[in-house]
């Protein structure tokens, strides 16, 4: 890891801060571009959103416009008082005819009420308000309710409480100056232990399993044998070994599968399902939008969350001003070398913008064109070999951008909402010498798994030679490697009582 910072420091050093600002501009998702956008309207009145643009030009009928040249002369200069006689106004003067702002994309896929649309967000408590809203129902003294207080802080977001009594109760000596004990600490975990959700606040897996057990068997259900089942086969039952448990507690076959069945209904992870969600991770905002219109693909970008920028009319005024006065004193000389380096901030950001959207484009097109049959007919199978330097050919980008743009980026289909490196994968020779692509095996592998019995699950090798007989050319290696991508588990984990 320290080899691989080293190499992306020495990288970053080679470029300039704007072409360090530009890579990171890339990389921020559709989700998160109106906060950056806003963070720049903040720090730079130069720059204002234009309320008045047009709504249905054409962004993409003109060329970007090139700044560079501009902003390596100003660079050049050093920003102190020195450099006042050096000061070129004149292309501050002039509008730019829409050249700055025209960096808007096509909104095709929006009609007017569906900008006035708002997304539905769950409004929930949160996992720790509902925790604590249930210490009203105990009997506590102010010193057990902070202790209990921070237990429920401690518990993590599966509602696991993976620290031990010992830590807790120094915690409390050494943050919040509360003198307790183990077995007080532990008494008050007993009792959160009792709050809904069954199993919440448990040390590990096997006491969340025996805590909704023993709440079941309290509401008088039968449920004895799989109590004893866990406390002590729990190994074997993780491993599966069903023999050694219908042995060990001498049942027939339909006593252990009722007992595996009352086992298996229990909730690994009792607080999965409670609290607050995170927005950003709860809904995907797509960056772009892939239609099929009679057979002819058509992508758009998402433009929501990028306003319509321009240069300040305020500040083009101020230049003007300063233009027409014959006599400039030092501190009119202060102030217009500050308009002038807002401006070019301003206007490097939009043209930022612009080159950021122009890239997002021609990376997803080449990558709409190379799966071209996919998103006409959302068959994975069909899915063609692709790798980063593919597309970086056909777009002629640094393959290091076409990464950023494939891992940060979603594209929404008539087939769903996909990550654009899910479209990315090697390639696998069949029998005819054709290259097909190890996404397409993993989705044929996929489909053999959940068809299989799973009484008698397929092991890798005979997964391996029922691939082979299709035609494709796999190692028994390979084929296990795949089935963890998949997080699809071994044959025996796999094993059900049926």
């Given at each position: ?57 054409d962004p993409y009928a003109d060329e970007f416009s090139d700044n560079t040249e501009e902003a390596d002369s100003y660079e050049e200069q050093d920003g102190s008082v020195d450099d006042y006689d050096n000061i070129d106004v004149t292309e501050y003067l002039h509008d730019d005819d829409g050249e700055i702002a025209e960096y808007k994309t096509r909104e095709d896929n929006y009609s007017d009420d569906d900008d006035n649309r708002q997304l539905p ?194 500040y083009r005024d101020m230049m003007k001003e300063y233009s027409r006065g014959t006599k400039k004193d030092k501190q009119q000389k202060e102030a217009v070398l500050f308009i002038k380096q807002k401006i070019d901030a301003a206007k490097w950001f939009i043209d930022a913008i612009k080159q950021r959207q122009h890239t997002l484009l021609d990376t997803m097109g080449a990558i709409m064109n190379h799966q071209e049959e996919f998103f006409l007919t ?121």
């Amino acid at each position: 890891m320290a080899l691989g910072q080293s190499l992306q420091q020495k990288l970053l050093q080679k470029l300039s801060p704007q072409q360090i600002q530009l890579m990171k501009l890339l990389q921020v998702p559709t989700a998160n571009l109106e906060e950056r956008i806003k963070e720049e309207l903040e720090a730079n009145p130069a720059l204002e959103v234009d309320e008045e643009a047009h709504k249905d030009e054409d962004p993409y009928a003109d060329e970007f416009s090139d700044n560079t040249e501009e902003a390596d002369s100003y660079e050049e200069q050093d920003g102190s008082v020195d450099d006042y006689d050096n000061i070129d106004v004149t292309e501050y003067l002039h509008d730019d005819d829409g050249e700055i702002a025209e960096y808007k994309t096509r909104e095709d896929n929006y009609s007017d009420d569906d900008d006035n649309r708002q997304l539905p967000i769950k409004n929930e408590a949160s996992f720790y308000d509902l925790m604590v809203s249930q210490l009203g129902l105990l009997a506590l003294t102010d010193q057990q309710r902070k202790i209990a207080e921070h237990i429920i802080g401690s518990i993590d977001e599966d509602g696991y409480l993976r620290r031990d009594t010992p830590a807790l109760v120094d915690d409390l000596a050494f943050r919040q100056n509360i003198d307790t004990t183990v077995e007080e600490v532990d008494d008050i975990i007993a009792k959160i232990q009792q709050f809904d959700p069954p199993g919440i606040g448990a040390r590990d897996l096997p006491e969340c399993l025996l805590l909704q057990l023993r709440r079941q068997k309290a509401e008088g259900k039968d449920v004895d044998i799989a109590i004893t089942a866990i406390e002590k086969y729990f190994d074997e039952f993780t491993k599966k070994h069903y023999e050694k448990i219908q042995r060990g507690l001498g049942l027939e076959d339909g006593e252990l599968k009722e007992v595996m069945q009352q086992i298996i209904r229990l909730n690994p992870k009792p607080g999965g399902n409670i609290g607050s969600v995170n927005k950003a991770e709860s809904y995907v905002v797509p960056d772009f939008f892939i239609l099929n219109n009679n057979g002819k693909l058509e992508l758009t970008l998402n433009s929501r969350n990028a306003p319509e920028l321009r240069i300040s009319e305020g500040y083009r005024d101020m230049m003007k001003e300063y233009s027409r006065g014959t006599k400039k004193d030092k501190q009119q000389k202060e102030a217009v070398l500050f308009i002038k380096q807002k401006i070019d901030a301003a206007k490097w950001f939009i043209d930022a913008i612009k080159q950021r959207q122009h890239t997002l484009l021609d990376t997803m097109g080449a990558i709409m064109n190379h799966q071209e049959e996919f998103f006409l007919t959302g068959d994975e199978t069909s899915l063609r070999p692709m790798i980063l330097k593919d597309i970086a050919e056909k777009t002629h980008l640094d393959i290091s951008t076409v990464s950023r743009v494939a891992n940060s980026k979603f594209v929404q289909t008539e087939f769903g909402t996909y990550r654009l490196k899910f479209f990315f994968s090697e390639s696998l020779s069949t029998d005819s010498g054709e290259e097909v692509s190890t996404r397409e095996v993993k989705k044929i592998l996929s489909d053999m798994i959940e068809s299989e019995s799973k009484k008698h699950p397929l092991s890798d090798e005979k997964l391996t030679e029922l691939l082979q007989d299709k035609g494709y050319n796999i190692a028994r290696r390979t084929v296990a490697k795949y089935r963890e991508q998949l997080n699809i588990p071994v044959a025996r984990l796999r094993k059900e009582l049926v």
